[in-house]
């Protein structure tokens, strides 16, 4: 292989500059050159082609978001525009292309794949960690301590007025980040998608604990799961105590990567550039525990990522 492409795709998370760092160094380290396209498959069917060498991504490592933009494109959903998007892959004497994004975004690539022939590989960047094959997707640690942060800041407030507050976190159809920050910031209760859960119980364990004289909570709600207003109206209707919400929204988004997100996107940048380099296609990177791994892109499509009922049941113990 002499020349591949990159591209960031989907919702960006923090982490994807220092992937693409990872992916462009590595590859020249091997002796092949790398071709970025700005906003996802959008940008390749567009031509926004952008040489990239080990200067251009110099300086990014440390900056959320991607050098590359990111995007979701309606016309890669068209096997017109997949067309279109293979021409100019072609065009460009490329070999293969390194896709860095989540769910929607490896489906494109296996597409790539499937349809053509064209070699591929995946790195799971998403801040809500939803892809199987992984242990972590890039992102998701950043925007849980970003989560967390805003979470230690309510409880200051929460405490001095004796209120309680709902706090929503992303995460349209799963609730790891609600999950994992909601651990950290010790959530009284915590809603996610995944799991039934009833409000009237909620109100009752709070009134129960306000006679033993703890007057302030913290709920954290996953998006998915219901919306922060609602929550709090009924919860001043039933319990009759004050109550606020807060939308965290895509300030989770954005920012700089933690050490974990940083580490973790360089290895997988590395891996993918390197297993495609070597002739290795339509597979995902990822990490199980402390180890690298690679999976077939068919195979983490066609799995679900489900709820650690570990850490489900923690949190049950410790919200009592
Ligand atoms: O998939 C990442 C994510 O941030 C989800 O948690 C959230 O529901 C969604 O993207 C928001 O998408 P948009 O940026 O298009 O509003």
Same mark, same amino acid.
């Given at each position: 292989?002499?020349?591949?492409?990159?591209?960031?795709?989907?919702?960006?998370?923090?982490?994807?500059?220092?992937?693409?760092?990872?992916?462009?160094?590595?590859?020249?380290?091997?002796?092949?050159?790398?071709?970025?396209?700005?906003?996802?498959?959008?940008?390749?069917?567009?031509? *926004?082609?952008?040489?990239?060498?080990?200067?251009?991504?110099?300086?990014?490592?440390?900056?959320?978001?991607?050098?590359?933009?990111?995007?979701?494109?309606?016309?890669?959903?068209?096997?017109?525009?997949?067309?279109?998007?293979?021409?100019?892959?072609?065009?460009?004497?490329?070999?293969?292309?390194?896709?860095?994004?989540?769910?929607?975004?490896?489906?494109?690539?296996?597409? @790539?794949?499937?349809?053509?022939?064209?070699?591929?590989?995946?790195?799971?960047?998403?801040?809500?960690?939803?892809?199987?094959?992984?242990?972590?997707?890039?992102?998701?640690?950043?925007?849980?301590?970003?989560?967390?942060?805003?979470?230690?800041?309510?409880?200051?407030?929460?405490?001095?007025?004796?209120?309680?507050?709902?706090?929503?976190?992303?995460?349209?159809?799963?609730?790891?980040?609600?999950?994992?920050?909601?651990?950290?910031?010790?959530? *009284?209760?915590?809603?996610?998608?995944?799991?039934?859960?009833?409000?009237? *119980?909620?109100?009752?364990?709070?009134?129960?604990?306000?006679?033993?004289?703890?007057?302030?909570?913290?709920?954290?709600?996953?998006?998915?799961?219901?919306?922060?207003?609602?929550?709090?109206?009924?919860?001043?209707?039933?319990?009759?105590?004050?109550?606020?919400?807060?939308?965290?929204?895509?300030?989770?988004?954005?920012?700089?990567?933690?050490?974990?997100?940083?580490?973790?996107?360089?290895?997988?940048?590395?891996?993918?550039?390197?297993?495609?380099?070597?002739?290795?296609?339509? *597979?995902?990177?990822?990490?199980?525990?402390?180890?690298?791994?690679?999976?077939? @892109?068919?195979?983490?499509?066609?799995?679900?990522?489900?709820?650690?009922?570990?850490?489900?049941?923690?949190?049950?113990?410790?919200?009592?």
């Amino acid at each position: 292989m002499k020349r591949i492409g990159v591209i960031t795709s989907g919702g960006d998370a923090p982490g994807m500059n220092a992937a693409i760092r990872a992916v462009v160094r590595a590859a020249i380290g091997r002796g092949v050159s790398v071709v970025g396209f700005t906003h996802g498959y959008e940008g390749i069917i567009d031509d *926004e082609a952008m040489p990239l060498d080990s200067v251009s991504v110099g300086g990014i490592i440390s900056r959320g978001g991607t050098m590359l933009r990111s995007a979701r494109s309606k016309t890669f959903m068209t096997e017109d525009g997949r067309d279109r998007a293979v021409g100019v892959l072609r065009k460009h004497g490329l070999e293969g292309l390194v896709v860095i994004g989540g769910d929607g975004s490896l489906r494109g690539a296996l597409c @790539l794949h499937d349809e053509f022939g064209f070699p591929v590989m995946g790195v799971p960047g998403s801040i809500d960690n939803d892809i199987s094959g992984t242990d972590f997707s890039i992102g998701f640690d950043t925007a849980v301590n970003a989560a967390l942060e805003a979470i230690d800041r309510v409880r200051d407030t929460a405490y001095s007025h004796e209120r309680i507050f709902v706090i929503e976190v992303m995460g349209r159809h799963n609730g790891f980040i609600a999950l994992e920050a909601g651990l950290a910031g010790g959530a *009284e209760a915590i809603l996610i998608p995944e799991v039934p859960y009833s409000l009237m *119980e909620i109100c009752t364990d709070m009134k129960r604990a306000a006679v033993r004289g703890k007057k302030s909570s913290i709920i954290i709600v996953a998006e998915g799961a219901a919306r922060a207003s609602d929550i709090k109206d009924f919860i001043e209707k039933n319990t009759g105590f004050e109550a606020r919400q807060l939308v965290l929204g895509h300030m989770q988004r954005g920012g700089s990567p933690t050490a974990f997100d940083r580490v973790l996107a360089l290895r997988l940048g590395a891996l993918a550039a390197n297993r495609l380099i070597s002739g290795y296609t339509a *597979e995902m990177v990822g990490v199980d525990g402390v180890k690298l791994v690679s999976h077939p @892109l068919s195979y983490v499509l066609s799995t679900e990522r489900a709820i650690d009922p570990e850490k489900l049941l923690l949190a049950g113990v410790m919200a009592q």
